[in-house]
């Protein structure tokens, strides 16, 4: 009888441990109906309608300085793009894709004989440790890995992202 109670702790302390460690929260509040970024001041806002829900910091890409044009710029994308898709096992911490490049995006390299890259990712720190200094993503926006879990339960596919100058 003793054995088959401390197996029932046992169990029940692995079920709580495994819960707390897992990197997918759960998010209960209203629904993200908008995310905007502000390049210039580093900053991510999540709404509901004209709500403001959270803000976070964040860093950019390499060449943070206008809006993305060809691949390997190190720009971040400006304008309005949706939410798209979600990387649970990105070489980032979790990520949320977002939907660049939009037609004038394609058609602007191409006119230029260049690619509009790609992969432009809302996502936490990178899962290799390594030197890294201000606005050192190759053009996404990186959050810190909390607050990464945090938008990816809040933010639905599908959702709008404005990301301004």
């Given at each position: ?7 029932g702790l ?16 759960t ?8 995310v ?7 900053l ?9 829900l959270?803000?976070y ?17 190190g ?11 979600r990387?649970?096992n ?6 949320l894709?977002?939907?660049y ?12 004989g ?8 809302i996502?936490?720190?990178?899962n290799?440790?390594?030197k ?7 053009g996404c ?7 990464m ?15 301004f100058?």
């Amino acid at each position: 009888m003793r054995l088959v109670v401390l197996r029932g702790l046992l169990l029940a302390c692995v079920l709580v441990l495994s819960a707390c460690s897992s990197k997918f929260a759960t998010y209960n509040g209203p629904e993200v109906t908008k995310v905007e970024i502000f390049k210039s001041q580093r900053l991510l806002r999540v709404f509901h309608g004209n709500r403001l829900l959270k803000s976070y910091d964040v860093e950019l890409g390499f060449g943070a300085t206008g809006h993305k044009q060809f691949e390997g710029d190190g720009r971040t994308p400006e304008g309005r793009y949706t939410i798209d898709k979600r990387n649970p096992n990105s070489s980032f911490y979790l990520s949320l894709g977002i939907s660049y490049p939009n037609a004038a995006d394609k058609a602007f390299a191409a006119s230029h004989g260049k690619s509009p890259g790609g992969d432009i990712f809302i996502h936490g720190q990178p899962n290799k440790k390594g030197k890294r200094g201000p606005d050192w993503t190759a053009g996404c926006i990186a959050v810190t890995n909390r607050e990464m879990r945090q938008l990816y339960a809040m933010v639905k596919d599908g959702t709008v992202i404005d990301i301004f100058p």
